[in-house]
């Protein structure tokens, strides 16, 4: 068949470089061309094919050839496919496979060993993790135990040294039992295992190192002021020096803070440890996503730790109580503090006029509530337990059994003497010790926590005013901003914090509750233990206990008539009347009262007044008054309209008595002189004291001279002209002013310038005068 016409292709020579490898053909036979630049053609086209897929492996450069081998001046031929053209199309097929299956090869075993290095990196990271808490365990060691053990043998030891190492035992012991559980699960760079070995060990201690590092964050602060304070005194802090250089010298460490910064950055450097392990980790790993939820627990337990430590902060910032004089108050006075004073007052009037609504929270109204419900009953229960310790004190120190009774024959005083010395000796002092111990300080303690939650709800209100203010703006500057956010800080802390410490602290009443009747279950129990030892020496012993009860009880009603009457007894002898002589002033003030109101208006305060209301007046006691009016303008009769002599006003009924003034000329004493109490009289003249005189004695008695209304149980009311006996001169304290007298078989004092002395009638019953 014939073809149109055209040019051969020309003949291009390839020259490979020495290191350019020869094409692999396999078992390809080679077969003979016909033709010598048609054969030229087809190898020249394989060769640019190698060079292209290998250019690794050889390099194309074209040789200096003449110019007879690379063009073909000769006429036109006719090309005709041969059978050996397709011999050479085979040839080139197999040779891209070949290639193909070549690269795929070196692209596999470039994947593996990537895949290897990965593998290694994290094997490294696992490895660095477990070495690196090791060391940081090793050093916390040293810093607790041989550090703090040499600061303690000092003489004298440092100052706040307890505090300087608080809550690290914590941090110890967590980490300690996190290298215990991986050392348990067998964590191993050639086990297959260990990461998820070391993800299950971190996720189960999660909540312990939270709890640990918090609390040793927090007081990180108070650490380093301590540690400062040590550096202003050199001789103690070059000792402080030396103890640390000799406990540690492969460190080089030069201070305290060197190891006990540690924790601040290892709970930091653990999200870093983990994130490294999961970028080297395939995330077709069977452990991957353990792997990464273990990575995103650390990184939550930091800004947990970090958010815990701020409201800390913003807690002992606020609920501090600051005792300020009013200087200082007026120091601290300034244009801001008077502007935000000012905000917060000017809103406090809108919620309460009703202009603007109040922000209500009801979590927090609800909590808020319950504290001042147990606030109250901390404070009352603590003032009820101090009552009742001051009523055992004075139970205690009233000694009965040491009196003598006269009464040395019988058992029973002997043996209540017995009791009691026990009662006063063991078993009470050792029941006020427990009570003491185990109530009593617990409550104060309870009533002292109470102050920092009392505060912070305070500041709350306070934050709340600020916080309504800046609400309604739509921008806020970087100081609202921070005042803003204060307010939801303290809300957030106290709605989070305030159930735990409701919850606590009514946990706690109950529990002392408890404490104070098993504590009067024991004494009861320790008494009743006492009282079998004498019982059978008691003479109601052998008693029906109903008997017995109905005995107790009639013996206990006649004692306290017997003990009712004792004192009244005693009442009576000694709280005699008491006059107390009139100031100069007073006696003024009594004259123009009398002349302006009458005698009979005249009352005396018994207790000093404190006014608390308009028109009422603040009057001392024993000061006089007169009363204008009965009741007030409303009819209550329990304030009287009074006149104190300059202003007038309101005083309680209940703190006035009436005035019992003297007459201006009282009747001469009704009672005669004693024999060493006469005194010689001036006469114009002596008499002759030779002279005899015989005269006969008159007698007298005393009457009453005026109308005298008894104002208690020890005075006694008489009438003018009713004869009295008169027993003494005086009163118990010996004012002369006041006279035991009997009339109509009752008696009590009476006014002495009330009583006066007529000659007695010959025949009269009336008693006579002794």
Wanted: charged share 25%.
């Amino acid at each position: 068949m014939e073809v149109p016409s055209r040019l051969p292709p020309s003949p291009v020579k390839l020259h490979k470089s020495a290191s350019s490898p020869s094409p692999r053909l396999g078992a390809i036979r080679r077969k003979k061309p016909f033709d010598e630049n048609l054969q030229a053609g087809e190898n020249n086209k394989n060769n640019v094919f190698d060079e292209e897929e290998k250019t690794e492996d050889s390099v194309l450069t074209n040789s200096p050839t003449d110019s007879s081998e690379l063009v073909n001046t000769g006429p036109p031929r006719i090309s005709i496919r041969l059978p050996s053209q397709d011999s050479s199309s085979e040839e080139s097929y197999i040779s891209e496979e070949t290639l193909t299956e070549e690269a795929k090869n070196k692209n596999e075993e470039e994947e593996a060993a990537a895949q290897e290095r990965k593998a290694q990196r994290q094997r490294m990271a696992i490895e660095e993790l477990v070495q690196s808490e090791k060391s940081y365990l090793r050093m916390l060691k040293i810093c607790t135990v041989n550090i703090r053990n040499s600061l303690q043998n000092l003489q004298p030891p440092p100052p706040n040294l307890d505090s300087l190492f608080l809550y690290i035992d914590e941090v110890m012991d967590v980490s300690s039992r996190l290298l215990a559980m991986l050392d348990q699960q067998q964590l191993k760079p050639e086990n297959s295992d260990s990461l998820e070995s070391l993800c299950v060990s971190f996720l189960s201690l999660s909540s312990d190192i939270e709890a640990a590092y918090k609390e040793y964050l927090w007081n990180y602060n108070q650490i380093s002021s301590v540690e400062n304070s040590y550096k202003q005194k050199e001789a103690l802090w070059n000792e402080i020096v030396k103890i640390v250089k000799s406990s540690a010298p492969e460190v080089n460490a030069t201070s305290l803070s060197f190891f006990l910064v540690m924790p601040v950055q290892r709970i930091a450097r653990y999200p870093l440890l983990l994130q490294t392990i999961q970028k080297h980790t395939e995330s077709s790993h069977p452990a991957y996503a353990l792997l990464e939820q273990t990575a995103h627990t650390s990184v939550a337990i930091n800004c947990r730790i970090n958010e815990y430590k701020r409201f800390r902060e913003v807690a002992e910032k606020y609920k501090k109580t600051e005792n300020l004089t009013i200087i200082d108050k007026i120091n601290r006075l300034n244009t801001h503090s008077i502007a935000k004073k000012t905000a917060r007052f000017s809103q406090h009037i809108k919620h309460e006029t009703g202009m603007a609504p109040k922000l209500v929270d009801e979590e927090f109204d609800a909590l808020a509530g319950f504290f001042n419900i147990l606030e109250y009953a901390i404070l009352v229960l603590l003032e009820n337990v101090e009552t009742y310790l001051f009523h055992l004190q004075t139970f205690l120190e009233c000694k009965t059994e040491e009196f003598d009774f006269d009464m040395d024959g019988e058992k029973a005083p002997i043996c209540y003497k017995e009791i009691n010395t026990a009662l006063r000796q063991w078993i009470l002092p050792m029941f006020e010790k427990r009570m003491r111990a185990l109530i009593h300080k617990p409550l104060c303690e309870l009533r002292d926590l109470l102050v920092g939650p009392k505060n912070l709800i305070k500041k709350r209100l306070h934050k709340l005013l600020d916080y309504e203010v800046l609400e309604g703006k739509s921008k806020l500057s970087y100081e609202e901003q921070a005042v803003a956010d204060a307010y939801k800080t303290i809300n957030t802390l106290l709605v989070n914090e305030l159930p735990r410490f409701n919850g606590l602290a009514l946990q706690m009443i109950w529990r002392m509750l408890g404490t104070f009747s098993c504590l009067h279950r024991d004494l009861a129990a320790d008494m009743e233990q006492l009282f079998q030892s004498f019982a059978q020496q008691l003479p109601h012993s052998s008693f029906h206990p109903k008997e017995f009860q109905e005995w107790v009880e009639s013996a206990v009603l006649e004692g306290a008539r017997k003990l009712e009457t004792l004192c009244r007894s005693v009442e009576e002898t000694l709280n005699g009347p008491v006059v107390q002589p009139l100031s100069p002033s007073s006696q003024r003030r009594l004259k123009q009262l009398t002349d302006k109101h009458g005698s009979d208006k005249i009352f005396q305060v018994t207790n000093t007044v404190v006014g608390t209301r308009d028109l009422d007046l603040s009057l001392s006691r024993g000061e006089l008054v007169a009363m204008i009016s009965e009741s007030d303008t409303r009819g209550d009769k329990r304030r009287w309209l009074v006149d104190s002599g300059g202003r007038r006003g309101y005083v309680p009924s209940a703190k006035l008595i009436r005035y019992r003034q003297a007459v201006e000329d009282p009747p001469p004493s009704p009672f005669p002189p004693m024999p060493g109490d006469v005194k010689p009289r001036r006469h114009s003249c002596n008499p002759d004291p030779n002279a005899i005189h015989l005269t006969s004695q008159p007698l007298f008695q005393v009457v009453a001279a005026y109308d005298f209304t008894a104002r208690g149980s020890h005075e006694v009311s008489v009438n003018v002209g009713e004869p009295v006996r008169v027993l003494e001169s005086h009163d118990k304290r010996g004012n002369p002013e006041w006279s035991l007298v009997e009339a109509r078989g009752q008696r009590g004092y009476v006014p002495s310038n009330y009583l006066t002395r007529i000659p007695l009638v010959t025949g009269s019953l009336a008693p006579p005068f002794y």
